[in-house]
């Protein structure tokens, strides 16, 4: 069975109306990063970054999978399909995707002061802002802050290193790590990217199928050829 790896970007849970820092009405327009997205700002202002990701888990839980959520998921029945995703949403796993690597955390979980790696999932959207992990550290969201590693970078190179074939969905190639992903495909392996913007496609322009839409709309008819040739 053919291996796809898909790398999914913000433009993704855009078409399900998850908005990002850089729209304009979202709700990162009224904060600064630092006050809400480092490791400083929980320290300084527990109480402001904790009720930024409850707002932010709020509007998560009123949001539905897209088409391109679910086409996706229809692949993994053709193909063996590996997601690497930057969102912190959990709607790829809800439209039915199996094999889902979150590069920047999982906004449905919260995870130990102590170790990055110790999440527990949270129910509902509220954190309790003095709810501590069984190693009795203080509870933070399960988020990669700007300026902290990205712990599961080194298996999403590993799976990239792997594909046959290469789904790039709703990213611009400008978030690092992330955007250097493309560097572990294998020359062979086809690329299709799908973003209605003007990704920085670099040296693999040459390699690269571009397909000028939103995620939803572009998604489920490549993914639709993609089972009809397998």
């Not at 929980?42 to 679910?70: M, T």
């Amino acid at each position: 069975m053919k291996k796809i790896v898909v790398f999914t970007g913000a433009g993704v849970s855009a078409d399900s109306g998850i908005s990002t820092f850089r729209d304009a009405d979202g709700l990162w327009e009224n904060y600064r990063i630092e006050d809400v997205c480092t490791a400083e700002a929980i320290v300084r202002n527990r109480d402001l970054v904790i009720d930024f990701y409850n707002n932010l888990r709020k509007q998560l839980l009123s949001k539905e999978p897209n088409a391109a959520h679910y086409a996706l998921a229809e692949l993994a029945k053709y193909f063996d399909v590996r997601v690497i995703t930057q969102n912190v949403d959990d709607l790829h796993e809800r439209a039915g995707s199996q094999n889902v690597l979150h590069l920047h955390g999982e906004l449905r979980k919260l995870r130990s002061s102590y170790d990055e790696t110790a999440a527990i999932p949270i129910e509902g959207w509220e954190q309790d802002k003095q709810a501590r992990h069984p190693d009795g550290s203080l509870l933070r969201p399960f988020i990669v802050f700007f300026g902290e590693g990205v712990p599961n970078f080194s298996e999403a190179c590993q799976i990239a290193s792997t594909a046959d074939i290469c789904l790039v969905i709703g990213t611009s190639f400008n978030v690092y790590p992330a955007a250097s992903l493309l560097q572990y495909v294998p020359e062979s392996a086809k690329i299709y990217v799908v973003d209605p913007g003007e990704p920085n496609f670099g040296s693999y322009i040459n390699r690269v199928t571009w397909i000028k839409e939103r995620a939803a709309i572009g998604v489920p008819p490549l993914c639709k050829e993609l089972i009809e040739k397998a």
